[in-house]
């Protein structure tokens, strides 16, 4: 069987532009969509459209406003429904790029199948996201929040039921079970942007409202391998999730060539520096980084200059 095209779906903020600039060439080669779908704010696709000089995919480029992903969702909104709530309206950034990547599947652009995958991270090698019958893969990992359950409780009726979790950089979803899943959250009135914002920050409780309250990937996890389990594989590839530590915010393509020795994905998140043991475990991090590349190079020229390849090949 010939596995599902997709689309791939990136929802960015301006601080995590520099280390997608660098991601998207690899993005093309190792996961292979359809189109590349950047959903972002008005100021921030302007920029990103200035530097962007991609050759080869730019007509498979898709801008998206993210206040303009589905009818009533937008940021101001999800603030102020955390304000109307006594919490802080800053949240909401975090909360709604969640909700974005949901509600994609209502909008008339929307693929299929759509992979969402983090700005801030970069793929290392090709990948597959269906087995050779079709099914989906489905990454999983050993977090483990408890006010993700007890919101989805609330929302679609479902608890914990794995011994993992499904938050991971990325997830391939399904239009379709998307759709019928937001169906299910919104009840009698309906999917809609508008109200699917309203049902989740109401369904939060008062304290985990000011971190982390809800998950879109831990809740779309439990809800298919609860009802298609039949349809779906859960997977652990390597992945780094400290790429920052070890190679700043904005890795070289050797940094890159040497993490891929190991891993099929790294993250570059902008976490803070600021006490004395992080400096410390970033600058012995970032040591073993440097010698780990010199040796990457030295020990693999032929399949490094391969790697070089991919950016040159998109530059051109």
């Not at 730019?58 to 919490?87: F, I």
């Not at 359950?149 to 938050?167: A, E, H, N, V, W």
């Amino acid at each position: 069987m010939v596995a599902a095209e997709y689309d791939l779906v990136v929802c960015a903020i301006e601080r995590d532009l520099p280390v997608l600039e660098i991601a998207i060439p690899y993005m093309w080669r190792f996961l292979d969509p359809r189109h590349l779908v950047l959903i972002a704010s008005s100021p921030c696709l302007d920029r990103f459209s200035t530097k962007y000089h991609d050759a080869e995919h730019k007509n498979d480029l898709c801008l998206v406003d993210e206040d303009k992903v589905a009818p009533g969702l937008t940021l101001n909104y999800v603030r102020s429904l955390l304000a109307a709530r006594g919490a802080n309206p800053a949240r909401g950034g975090w909360y709604f790029q969640q909700m974005l990547k949901l509600c994609y599947s209502l909008n008339s652009m929307a693929d299929d199948y759509y992979l969402v995958w983090d700005a801030d991270t970069i793929p290392l090698r090709p990948m597959d996201f269906f087995d050779e019958t079709g099914r989906v893969f489905l990454e999983k990992s050993s977090e483990f929040n408890p006010s993700y359950f007890t919101t989805m409780k609330r929302l679609i009726g479902l608890d914990k039921s794995k011994p993992y979790s499904f938050i991971s950089e990325h997830m391939m979803f399904e239009k379709t079970v998307v759709t019928q899943l937001l169906a299910l959250v919104c009840g009698q009135d309906g999917p809609s942007g508008k109200v699917v914002a309203e049902r989740i920050i109401s369904a939060i409780d008062v304290g985990p409202l000011n971190a982390s309250g809800f998950s879109e990937f831990e809740t779309y996890g439990t809800y298919v391998m609860s009802h298609f389990s039949e349809h779906y594989l859960v997977r652990a590839l390597p992945s780094q999730r400290q790429g920052v530590l070890i190679y700043g915010r904005q890795p070289k393509p050797q940094d890159l060539f040497a993490l891929s020795r190991r891993y099929y994905w790294a993250s570059f998140e902008a976490w803070p520096v600021t006490s004395v043991k992080t400096r410390v475990k970033r600058f012995a991090w970032s040591a073993l980084g440097s010698v780990e590349a010199w040796a990457a190079r030295r020990l693999d020229s032929h399949m490094y200059k391969e790697f070089l390849d991919i950016t040159k090949k998109d530059e051109a």
